[in-house]
């Protein structure tokens, strides 16, 4: 149905919808300050720019931005649920809002998870073979038509065997938080207000090649 996929998280002072919709520019200078704070035992070599658009990094790479009020990260070490993510994450946001997403289209699996000073206040996780597996606090009002199975195809109803029988598609519902976190989407209708994630700078970075070959 859809091939989107993210790892990201957000961390900010501020509303990330109007920041991002701001046009901030990047502090290079801060994404470096952040990348030696968070992983101080990995070495990394730049790559060239990439964007928003693409927050779902391979082969141990590492995006980052960083812009007033808002720190962005994509990473493999974010392919977890939310109440799993790793603690130097959240000592970095000291309080700071925190948002996780995570969405991955080869198992139509989805998890997104929201921390507000250092306590996660909503947390959901479902995927298309196991149906949902974390659901932590208050559903966002986001979520209330997709539970109310407004976004259900008439002509094929829940399936248990799928999702758990949700009423929804799980990347439907990862683009909806997308739409709602960020003020953005990656698939389907793209309304004139939206964020373009591809005009919004990362830097990238891929682990450091070893000094030494072998033969």
């Given amino acids: 149905m859809m091939g989107a996929k993210t790892s990201m998280l957000a961390i900010a002072d501020g509303d ?22 968070l992983f101080p035992n990995k070495r990394f070599d730049p790559l060239p720019d990439g964007d928003l658009s ?22 493999a070490s974010l392919v977890t649920e939310p109440s ?11 309080g700071r809002t925190m948002i996780h997403h995570l969405m991955i289209s080869t198992v139509d699996g989805f998890a997104y998870g ?45 399936n248990p065997d799928y999702a758990g029988g949700a009423p929804f598609h799980p990347l439907e519902l990862a683009e909806a938080a997308l739409l709602d976190l ?4 990656l698939e389907g209708f793209i309304g004139p207000d939206e964020v373009r994630p591809e ?13 030494w070959k072998f033969w």
């Fill in 16 to 37: 990330p919808v109007a920041i991002l919709k701001s046009s901030p520019r990047l502090d290079r200078e801060a994404c470096l300050a952040t990348v030696r704070r």
């Fill in 54 to 75: 693409d927050t779902y990094p391979r082969n141990g790479q590492l995006y980052v931005a960083c812009f007033p009020g808002l720190t962005i990260l994509a990473h």
């Fill in 84 to 94: 799993a993510l790793d603690r130097r994450f959240l000592d970095f946001a000291a």
């Fill in 114 to 158: 929201i921390w507000e000073r250092g306590e996660l206040r909503r947390s959901f996780v479902i995927d298309a073979d196991s149906g949902t597996t974390e659901d932590i606090g208050p559903r966002r009002p986001f979520e209330a038509p997709f539970w109310a199975g407004e976004h259900q195809d008439e002509e094929d109803p829940p």
């Fill in 182 to 185: 960020f003020g953005y989407q």
């Fill in 199 to 211: 005009t919004i700078p990362m830097m990238r970075f891929a682990p450091a090649r070893p000094w």
